[in-house]
């Protein structure tokens, strides 16, 4: 075995304390170029920390300087010498297993570590000590594959308190390690805990130039352009293109905003109290560069020329089939005809025999295309862009494609083809309650996801609300941020074709989304983030509320709970059609959703990952304990 591979093994055992982003609670690998402070010290082990200094001569320092500065040491516990502690020199020894084999000549390996983690008669209890900066207290931790039980936590408690002289707490590293805490009365602190403290949280990181604007409420989203850097005190379904974003309310990663950011590959921060932090450079020009461990922010003059951000991306429809199709018949390679969204299902579908994508049919771009033909839609856009100070005023741009959409969502269709829809429904569907969604050829692309820019039309169940909600679909190519963000990628608005996909609804007891991957370390191959709130998903994707986050190791089974979610009411199907809003009777912070769950969907996504052959950004819900895969597109980021 390679040094290599052993490194990847124990990396997440050794480093598994530490917050490099702390909402996603990544953790510094010994394999990145990371900083560390030089050996101060050649001894190789105390069995007493009297104070700072002898824990500061014998840590490791990861990210110093920032936010995310975390000194840390190893330890060791020998059960076999009377539970004697070892604080380790963490700069001499990077793992364990090092420390293990000086000093005490022995070979083990990467194997008998992992061993040793599952043992509960295990003769080594191995961890982690950390000064948390946040909090200004000292922590504890074990891998968080580790199955600790509540004897070795006991016995790491009096050894550690015995032999640390300073405050000192138990940190919990996956839900597992909180039950054990709970159930052996130790106290401890868990990592939503921390991250509730943490003042800065990298979304997307990268740097801009541009106009600061401090954004009150959504409605004031207008006035911005590709050379804006908004300040949200609210956060929004979706937004026009900018520059870059700061919000002074943490989101969901997966929430449609930040999803758009990291496709217009723009910095995009949480920063505590931005709103009030950034009042004194609000319509002033700045450089902000957004790092993983810090930000920085300098006043500019008024940059010459501020170059637009190009989307790459291609554009591609068929209109020349005119056929309805249930979802079991499409395939991967009919995104052509019907879109990405339904196509990937249909594969989906047609794949794993035993993944339930609730049942559907799409209409396909020509019918679309057939509609803007025969109502000269391409006509009526040309008319309103030829307004004087159309492309001047943001404000008069919205108003004139609101009018527009309201245009085409008023249109007399033929009723033949609306007879065709209604047919399809009931034959298929039984006529049943739908969720009726975009699928244009400007989303869930490869490197584009267009995520929010479009209308979905939840829990229709009427034959006059089935048509109104096709027509709204349609108009929604003409919504204001999927506009705006043609015009700032110069691609033709003629080129964009809109299928509607009409799918069996779900009146979701949970829903959420995941993706295939840690968002922030590549090299946590088993890593599978999901992120989840109570009823129907719009909630979870428009980010307005935290939702609970968790990271499950496909490896270790290890659950890590990030953040509880925030939201005091959920949406639920009302009898009439549409969504209502009804308050949450379960108890702050009670999980939203159980391990076993948890679990359940990290395979699927696991599985729905080998077909496309990368990773995967998946939206499910849950209804009577039945997974049900909603949305399935690229993760590229």
């Known amino acids: 075995m390679s040094v290599k591979q052993l490194q990847l093994i124990l990396l997440s055992f050794t480093l598994s304390c530490f917050v490099c982003y702390s909402q996603m609670a990544q953790k510094p690998s010994g394999n990145y170029t990371q900083e560390k402070n030089a050996v101060k010290s050649s001894t190789a082990s105390i069995s007493f920390v009297k104070n700072a200094t002898d824990f500061n001569q014998l840590a490791r320092v990861y990210n110093k300087g920032t936010v995310n500065e975390i000194p840390h040491l190893l330890f060791m516990i020998d059960r076999k010498d009377s539970n004697k502690v070892y604080y380790i020199n963490t700069p001499m020894y990077e793992f364990h297993l090092y420390f293990l084999n000086a000093l005490l000549g022995q070979n083990y390996t990467a194997d ?110 207008v006035d911005v352009d590709e050379n804006t850097i908004p300040v949200l005190k609210e956060v929004p379904i979706s937004i026009p293109p900018v520059a870059g974003i700061i919000t002074d309310k943490a989101s969901t990663l997966l929430s449609h905003v930040n999803i758009l950011a990291k496709a217009l590959k723009i910095p995009n921060a949480y920063i505590r109290d931005a709103s009030t932090e950034m009042k004194k450079y609000d319509g002033k020009y700045i450089e902000l560069k957004v790092s993983a461990n810090e930000y920085k922010i300098k006043e500019i003059e008024k940059p010459q020329f501020l170059k637009s951000k190009q989307i790459e991306y291609s554009i591609k429809s068929n209109i020349k089939n005119n056929e309805l199709k249930p979802l079991d018949k499409i395939r991967e390679k009919d995104f052509i005809y019907y879109g990405y969204k339904a196509a990937n299902l249909g594969e989906i579908k047609a794949r794993l025999k035993n993944v339930v994508v609730p049942d559907g ?250 077909i496309f052959s990368e990773n995967m950004d998946i939206e499910w819900a849950v209804a009577d304990n039945q997974i049900f895969i909603l949305q399935a597109r690229p993760y590229n980021h």
């Open 112 to 221: 008998d570590i992992t061993a040793n983690y599952k043992d509960e008669k295990r003769r080594f209890i191995l961890g982690t000590i950390s000064y948390q900066k946040l909090i200004k207290v000292y922590t504890y931790e074990y891998w968080d594959g580790d199955v600790i039980t509540p004897e070795l936590i006991k016995i790491t408690q009096k050894a550690i308190t015995q032999s640390f002289n300073d405050t000192i707490i138990f940190k919990t590293n996956s839900t597992l390690h909180e039950g054990v805490a709970i159930s052996s009365g130790v106290k401890y602190i868990s990592q939503y805990q921390l991250v509730k403290e943490h003042p800065y949280i990298a979304l997307n990181i990268g740097s801009a130039k541009g106009r600061v604007k401090i954004i009150e409420s959504t409605e004031d989203l």
């Open 361 to 610: 049919f799409s209409i396909p771009y020509a019918q679309f295309y057939n509609i803007k033909k025969q109502n000269k839609i391409d006509e009526k856009l040309e008319e309103i862009q030829s307004i004087h100070g159309f492309y001047e005023q943001s404000e008069l741009r919205k108003k004139e494609l609101e009018k527009l959409r309201g245009q085409i969502e008023s249109l007399t269709l033929d009723t033949a083809i609306v007879n065709d829809w209604l047919r399809q429904w009931e034959n298929q569907l039984q006529g049943k309650g739908v969720f009726v969604r975009s699928s244009s050829n400007a989303e869930d692309l490869k490197n584009f996801t267009g995520a929010g820019l479009f209308t979905t039309v939840p829990n229709v169940t009427t034959a006059i609300d089935l048509e109104n909600a096709v027509k709204k679909v349609w108009a929604s190519v003409y919504n204001f941020e999927a506009y705006e963000l043609r015009r700032s990628a110069g691609i033709p608005d003629s080129l964009i074709m809109m299928s509607v996909l009409v799918q069996a609804a779900v009146n979701s007891d949970v829903s959420g989304v995941m993706i295939t991957k840690d968002p922030y370390n590549p090299i946590r191959w088993d890593i599978v983030y999901i992120a989840a709130k109570r009823g129907i998903g719009i909630k979870v994707v428009e980010g307005k509320r935290i939702a609970e986050q968790v990271m499950y190791s496909i490896r270790t089974k290890a659950v890590q709970l990030i953040t509880h979610s925030e939201e005091n009411s959920e949406l639920r199907f009302n009898e009439d059609g549409g969504l209502k809003e009804v308050p949450i009777k379960t108890e702050p912070q009670a999980r939203v959703m159980s391990d076993a769950l948890v679990g359940r969907l990290a395979v699927l996504g696991t599985r729905i990952k080998q």
